[in-house]
């Protein structure tokens, strides 16, 4: 007879000393584990309830403007530096670390229009109602010394934007025309027109430097290249677009914010048509903002309601408000890709987490794991409808609620109205246009 | 003088004592010789020798090693063995030292390990022009063949084998007593089997904790005892004076469910009535399903019920109108109730229907006793036409039929697939009932007397048999599953960590509703029709875009509103949206004709001539 009988040694499962860690013997086998799918459903559910209870977005509030807050600069080294410009023409600089301000200067008068820091991080400039661009040294003035601009241009008109070369000492600012300036020069030494007398916004690109798009207030958004006379190409919306924004990663890619409240992507080759519309804002977009990574944008609206939109997806992911919060004017995602800074009328500038359920500062490395599981539950079972409702569901003001629902009316009854239009009509007479193709007047070179 | 003795040194010694010795592992000739060739070429060169030394005692310490591990592991580290010295013998990859490496790439794996953790089937790629579905899913198919490997290759080093036992030449095992194997046996492993003799209160019913570590007894004259059954360490033990139908463990060895002549009561391990829980009477069997923590219970008035005991809460109470229910049985593999009833039908339960899932007549005579095994694919039952019957319950069809002169009163299936069955006051242990027609039990015992319930300990050879004079625990070899997964079921758990685990457990509860014929299904895509769909889109929005807008003609003066008018006007536009369906239809129709009888035409005057007939064609 041969015999064996199952006999554990207690020793192999048990820890010596109080001091060591319980040993966990482990058995993958899937017959030992029955349930697996119910049981991973269960836990995204409860992920997913979790995320939505730990969604606390708002983090602080950084108060000081005497007026309403009208732009705001990253700085390209530091991710502590903060600088704001506001309606009475001040300009504050904030840590964001210890989220104070370190230091104020009356830079205009009247508004602050625009400010970029220079790529090198030790000068930034301002343009104002003033018709001047100044130039400022990027640290504090020592003890006893005036604040005085290094260096100041007095244009012939009102400036209403800036941007800085990604590589190089020029830099750019609109107004009645846009000019593109030498650092060391108080002329400048390139101008672009094209039959408009404003633009509101001009942005550098990140990667093909020295290509740069602006906003019209024909409602046009042109391109131009640097290096030559003319401008690029433009293209004609039916609404203004107010800002328009790069994104990093696919610097071929531009996000504009228009006044008939969505934001529309382009493909810079092919204008004739966005690549996306992004809609769920109730009020005229103001601003907006790319995430470093480029995965995603931050808007800033009229309707008091800052949104987060991935940059494909047609609807917003994510929306923040306050009840204090007035309009935003202006937003930036910071370049660590945590946080979201909004300014808005009511003079503060707010700091928000770009993730709203994520947990800040260190995570130990079983956190860390655990969030990653979670992360790719959530991911698994998103489909399913009762945690697709969960993770979906936002409580949003009583008016944009309303709004929303009322926009969402209004755009039903005109699409059954072109329906029955089209029905009643000769076939061929009542061509469909799609969403995209609606809202793109012309393209001109 | 230093030269010459340098290369009188260098050239004997350490050319002859590093041939390698030939392993098991290179199978030809043809390498052995290439090896050598390669060394030699080493020899040449004046920094190696050292380093090739301590290579090859290193060499051969680990071939060593693995030897051992193959004699041990027995059939199983052979194959691996013999598998892996096919392939790595060829190629040798080439070291700094020349050498080439004799275990090339990553060991194999054995394919039936992978196929033990294979899950689903591998669907077609979806094409190319939806590229970013397509890279998720390549992706994510990588990342599950990775971790089937790694599955699998931990799998192999499972610290634990199971128990075996075979007879000598002639010898059947069925006759090889429990004191033989007793002392047999490691001293632990013999006092595993003993008996509680228990004349007064029985016979009793029985039921392990999910770890395997504790044991309940119910008499059926109100005793009622817990016990730590490995360190014989008594929990408690007292009388409910009333009789006593079942005894369940519920999650965890901190609180159990008594089934007493009227009511449920819960109690915890000191013995204190926690619970009476009147909306449940007259139970007489009890499952228990651990990860929805229900408690199913049958009753004599034929009701089966749910209990969900994390909040104490009736599920469900099912009116199953099949009379006493007296056999039940749990599928741990869906968590779903088997009931036999007195008619031989077995019929199968959901919480979530009101009516049975499945029916299936099994034996002549009323059902005895029912058990599913722990991968949800066999059910086995006996009935009172003294037969025991094995079904595949994925498809319902019986497997196998044997016929047990006694009839088997009680059953029970073990982790590994041995399946218990009492007739009379003798258990006999059986293997394989599934696969192959077994003649003869794999063990047999004789209790004291009339058995009235059997169970396998969980990860213990050890069967537990309640009887007529106490309780037997036997040592059945082979019966319970090796290797514990510690973070599910861990037998030797210490009370911090099983409040963990509770706490864990209690918050991956699955709900109720999720219990159903297949488990995975919520994982798998949901093809809906298009009427489910517009359902659902019709509950979300509150109405139905796609309806009809009834027609209500427009009031209008000067006698254009008279019914008449107003049903002419009703008329045309009635059926307006078919109108274009029809019209296209007909011209369809028409069109058919048309070249139908153009068709004809050219026919006729192909073939040409006329017959005399044609002339009477119109």
Redesign the interface.
């Known amino acids: 007879?041969?015999?064996?009988?199952?006999?554990?040694n207690?020793d192999?499962?048990?820890r010596e000393t109080k001091l060591d860690i319980?040993?966990?013997?482990?058995?993958?086998?899937?017959?030992?584990?029955?349930?697996?799918?119910?049981?991973?459903?269960?836990?995204a559910l409860?992920a997913t309830k979790l995320e939505r209870v730990f969604a606390k977005p708002f983090l602080a509030s950084l108060d000081g403007h005497r007026d309403g807050v009208n732009c705001m600069a990253k700085h390209p080294k530091s991710l502590s530096t903060m600088l704001s410009g506001s309606c009475d023409g001040e300009l504050k600089v904030w840590n964001l670390t210890k989220r104070e301000c370190v230091r104020t200067l009356q830079a205009h008068e009247g508004f602050v229009r625009g400010m970029v820091v220079s790529f090198c991080g030790t000068s930034f400039f301002t343009v104002g109602d003033d018709k001047t661009i100044k130039q400022w040294k990027m640290e504090t003035p020592g003890y006893g010394e005036e604040e005085e601009p290094l260096n100041t241009i007095l244009g012939k008109s009102v400036f209403t934007s800036i941007d800085h070369h990604q590589k190089e000492g020029v830099f750019v600012t609109c107004g009645q025309q846009v000019d593109i300036w030498d650092e060391q020069r108080s002329n400048p030494i390139r101008s672009f027109s094209w039959g408009v007398d404003s633009f509101n916004c001009v942005r550098f690109n990140p990667v093909e430097t020295e290509l740069l798009a602006s906003c019209a207030s024909d409602r046009s958004i042109v391109l131009y290249d640097m290096r030559e006379a003319t401008p690029l190409k433009k293209v004609i919306m039916n609404m203004r677009s107010n800002t328009l924004c790069w994104n990093p990663m696919e610097a071929y890619n531009f996000t504009c914010s228009n006044e008939d409240y969505n934001l529309y992507t382009f493909d810079m080759r092919y204008l004739d048509k966005p690549v996306t519309v992004h809609m769920d804002h109730v009020s005229a977009v103001l601003d907006v903002d790319y995430s470093p990574t480029g995965k995603e944008f931050v808007s800033a609206s009229f309707d008091k309601t800052i949104r987060i939109f991935p940059k494909d997806s047609g609807h917003s992911r994510e929306v923040y408000h306050t009840k204090r919060m007035q309009h935003v004017i202006s937003i930036k995602w910071s370049s660590d890709n945590k946080y979201i800074l909004s300014a808005s009328d009511e003079m503060n500038i707010r700091l928000w987490k770009a993730n709203a359920a994520e947990k800040l500062g260190l995570l130990a490395p079983r956190e860390k794991s655990a969030v990653n599981y979670s992360q790719k539950l959530k991911e698994k079972f998103q489909h399913?409808p009762q945690i697709r409702r969960i993770s979906r569901h936002r409580h949003l003001p009583k008016s944009i609620y309303s709004q929303s629902k009322e926009l969402r009316v209004m755009k039903e009854a005109r699409r059954r109205k072109e329906r029955n239009v089209r029905k009643h009509s000769k076939p061929g007479s009542m061509p469909v246009v799609t969403e995209k193709e609606k809202h793109v007047v012309t393209v001109v070179k | 003088m230093a030269a010459s003795n340098e290369t009188m040194l260098k050239k004997p010694h350490v050319g002859k004592k590093r041939k390698p010795p030939t392993r098991y592992w290179e199978g030809t000739e043809k390498d052995g010789k290439n090896d050598g060739k390669k060394q030699k070429e080493g020899d040449n060169n004046e920094q190696t020798p050292q380093q090739n030394k301590t290579r090859t005692k290193e060499g051969g310490k680990r071939g060593g090693a693995g030897g051992k591990r193959g004699g041990a592991g027995g059939k199983r580290g052979g194959k691996l063995g013999k598998r892996a010295g096919g392939k790595r013998g060829g190629a040798g990859e080439k070291v700094i030292s020349g050498k080439s490496d004799p275990f090339p790439g990553s060991a194999l794996v054995p394919e039936e390990k992978l196929k033990?953790?294979k899950?689903g089937v591998k669907g077609e790629l979806p094409p190319r022009p939806q590229y970013n579905l397509r890279d998720v899913v390549i992706r994510s198919e990588a990342a599950s063949d990775l971790a089937q490997k790694q599955?699998a290759r931990?799998?192999l080093m499972?610290?634990?084998?199971?128990?075996?036992?075979?007879?000598?030449k002639d010898?059947d095992t069925c006759t090889?007593s429990q004191d033989?194997?007793a002392d047999?046996?490691?001293i632990?492993?013999g006092a595993?089997y003993f008996s509680l003799t228990l004349s007064q209160f029985g016979p009793y019913r029985l039921d392990y904790s999910k770890t395997g570590r504790h044991l309940l007894l119910g008499g059926r004259r109100g005793h009622v005892t817990c016990l730590d059954w490995q360190s014989k360490q008594l929990m408690c033990e007292m009388n409910v004076m009333e009789t006593v139908n079942d005894v369940k463990w519920l999650h965890s060895e901190a609180l159990f469910a008594v089934a007493q002549k009227k009511w449920l009561y819960i109690y915890d391990n000191k013995g204190i009535e926690l619970h009476c829980i009147r909306k449940f009477n007259d139970v007489l069997r009890m499952q228990f399903l651990p990860?929805h923590f229900l408690l199913a219970t049958a009753s004599a008035t034929g009701f089966l019920q749910y209990l969900d005991v994390s909040v104490g809460k009736e599920v469900v109470a099912i009116c199953t109108k099949a009379g006493r229910l007296d056999v039940m049985a749990h599928n741990?593999?869906?968590?779903i109730i088997h009931l036999g009833h007195s008619n031989g039908t077995v019929t199968l339960w959901t919480p979530n229907q009101r009516e049975p899932l499945v029916k299936m007549l099994c034996h002549q005579g009323g059902v005895r006793s029912v058990a599913v095994d722990?991968?949800?694919t066999y059910m086995v039952t006996s009935g009172m036409d003294k037969k025991l019957k094995v079904y595949d319950i994925r498809s319902y069809r019986p497997l196998q039929s044997y016929f047990l002169p006694a009839g088997a009163s009680c059953l029970s299936l073990s982790q590994r697939g041995l399946l218990s069955a009492a007739t009379g006051d003798i258990v006999q242990v059986y293997r394989d009932v599934w696969s192959t027609p077994v003649t003869k039990p794999y063990m047999a015992h004789r209790a004291k007397g009339s058995v009235w319930g059997v169970h396998f300990c969980p990860?213990?050879?050890v069967l537990g048999v309640g009887h007529g004079e106490g309780f037997t625990s036997m040592?059945v070899?082979g019966a319970?599953?090796?290797?514990?997964?510690?973070?599910?079921a861990?037998?030797?758990r210490?009370a911090?960590?099983r409040q963990e685990w509770e706490v864990k457990a209690l918050?991956?509860?699955?709900?109720p509703e999720?219990i159903g014929l297949d488990?995975?299904?919520?994982?798998q895509v949901d093809h809906s029709t298009w009427e489910q769909r517009h359902e659902d889109r019709v509950q979300v929005l509150g109405f139905d875009p796609l309806a009809k807008e009834k027609f209500t003609p427009r009031l209008k003066t000067k006698g254009r509103s008279s019914s008449g008018k107003v049903e002419k006007r009703k008329k045309q536009v009635a059926h307006e949206d078919q109108r274009d369906v029809i019209r296209q239809t007909v011209e369809d129709r028409m069109k058919i004709d048309k070249e139908r009888k153009e068709r004809e035409k050219k026919e006729a005057a192909a073939a040409g001539q006329k017959s005399a007939l044609d002339r009477f064609r119109k």
């Open positions: 007879m041969k015999v064996k009988v199952l006999s554990r207690p192999d499962y048990v319980q040993r966990v013997p482990r058995n993958y086998d899937p017959s030992l584990h029955p349930f697996e799918v119910p049981r991973e459903y269960t836990r409860n399913h | 033990k953790f899950r599955n931990y799998d499972l610290p634990e084998d199971a128990g075996f036992l075979e007879g000598d010898e090889i033989d194997i047999a046996v490691d632990t492993a595993k990860y741990p593999h869906n968590g722990k991968t949800g990860f213990e050879d040592v070899p319970g599953e090796p290797n514990f997964d510690g973070l599910d861990n037998p030797y210490s911090k960590q918050l991956e509860k699955i709900q999720l488990p995975s299904q919520l994982s």
